[in-house]
């Protein structure tokens, strides 16, 4: 970011900061991609919050 910000209009700091942005980008898609693979190999962690937020005695509302 400090390329973008200090380095001017030149073309070095403008392809140094733009390969910092693609390299963050590429960390964060593979981290949420591990953490997809996480959770599917202990799914208990995803679903049991998610069913404990549901009222068990409830009545169902029908779709509109």
Do not use: W, Y
């Not at 390329?3 to 733009?18: E, H, S």
């Not at 590429?26 to 799914?43: H, L, Q």
């Amino acid at each position: 970011m400090g390329a973008a910000l200090f380095g001017g209009r030149g073309r070095p700091a403008a392809v140094g900061a733009g390969l910092a942005v693609l390299a963050g980008s590429a960390c964060a898609r593979f981290g949420i991609f591990a953490a997809g693979i996480a959770s599917t190999e202990d799914p208990v962690c995803a679903v049991g919050p998610q069913r404990g937020d549901a009222p068990h005695n409830a009545e169902r509302k029908e779709p509109r």
